[in-house]
């Protein structure tokens, strides 16, 4: 038992862009703690190829990008959250400059931005380093991070559950968040950190799926750790598959960047004929859903378990330069892009609901934020648009932090947190549950609760996923905890948010698509689930 309580001014949970920008706002005003589960880099972050949608050209304007964006949200976004993130996106992208993040600029010496364009947007407006863009992003944040005194980083802490005064059962009227439990995965130690902001920047959730471009951190702990605690979660069943996923036996669904069609790649079956134009006048640039489905009726049309991208137009030299990374990683793999048809399968890539949240962060649970992929605010309405997460996470950790500081929580003067109950529980003989669990959970969710979604696909999704809860919930209960454990918790009770979201949508709408409500309904409305509880 430990009785370790760990104070902080600002608890921050997650070390992508949104919780590393959130962490340096903060720093000035006070002591920020920052836990990741696994070390500072293994985030939806580092992985990012595209880049970042932001209107920095005199062809393009404000206007244009958000056009797109509404297009793209398919009657869902929060328009004023739209204009918000797309009017202050310049100004943060001029501060991710002057903290070291270097982006492309044209050859031609004008000092230009050298944009990108991608699946939605009518212009090129996306910055990217190469397709490492995400990689260079986060490595000059975690260097300021980690040389700023007044934040305190710690690798391989996991959060089990918020602390909420309803918890812990004092008398204060409304609930409210005061800090968490985290497991020290390396001493195995548990012990309370009290806070009166916790900031959830935790990421998506695409382990949930059987085959995700996702890291391996992706089990949406923010979702799980906020609806536990009371928050409201919304708009779970847009989970956003990317199309382009490398198809490989050896390649573990490694994403073919969305910029590859921006340079002209073209979506062809495994013979080399193209067939978007079937589905969509915009072709292989069509926005995502439509992209995912169409690719998805081809497997099933012609039997091949996946479609090729075809970009054998462009040159070795230009490929190499332009998609280091897609380019030697399809090497690896015995592809030339220059001279083979790429094969590719759409995979559980974002998830555009989340904790339901403003554009600065507050959640309905007082004292718990929530910035980046884990929040949801309105900007995606029921899809996203290309490129449009990392400037939202860092349009949001901005905002945030400044409605943090001018309008600072408190918590209880008569707050005691009390150690960690380990109960009767034992060291685990039974992991073969977990292990099991864990593919049962995502197979089925990739099954039933994938690209194209029935009635009764949902329906049997969610009574195997109520089954597998129950048996979870019992070893939670028996066994010591392990990481293993709390992300297969969470990873099922995400997976049984996103099920339930989907049962209540009786439309076909952006990303959610079922053959039972293929139309729009008139009124466009969104998905809200009351939090649950411990
Ligand atoms: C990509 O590079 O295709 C991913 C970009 C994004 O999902 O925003």
Redesign the pocket.
Known sequence: MSNRIERADFFIVGSGIAGLMSALHLADHGRVLLVTKKRLNDCNTNQ???GIACVMDGADSFDQHIKDTLIAGAGLCDEKVVRDVVSKGPARIQELIQLGVEFHRKADGSQEFDLGR?GGHSQRRVLHAGDITGQRIESALVAKVLSHPNIQTLEHTMVIDLITTRWLKQTDPENRCCGAYVLNQLTGEIYAVQAPVTLLATGGCGKAYLYTCNPDIATGDGVALAWRAGARIANMEFVQF?PTCLYHPQAKRF?I???VRGEGAELVDPEGRPFMKKYDPRGSLAPRDIVARAIDSEIKRTGAPYCCLDIRHKTPEYLKERFPKIYDTCAKFGIDMAKDLIPIVPSA??CCGGIQATLDGITSLPGLYAVGETACTGLHGANRL????LLEAVVGAYDAAERIVNDPPKIPDNLSIPPWEYGTAVASDEAVMVAHNWMEVRTCMWDYVGIVRTNKRLMRARNRIRNLRHEIREYYFDYLVTPDTLELRNLALVGELIIRSAMRRHESRGLHYTLDYPSLLDNPHNTVLPGGQH
């Not at 290309?386 to 997460?389: E, K, Y």
């Open positions: 990012a190829q595209g991608e990317h994403l960047s969305e910029a890539h974002y290309a490129s449009n997460s």
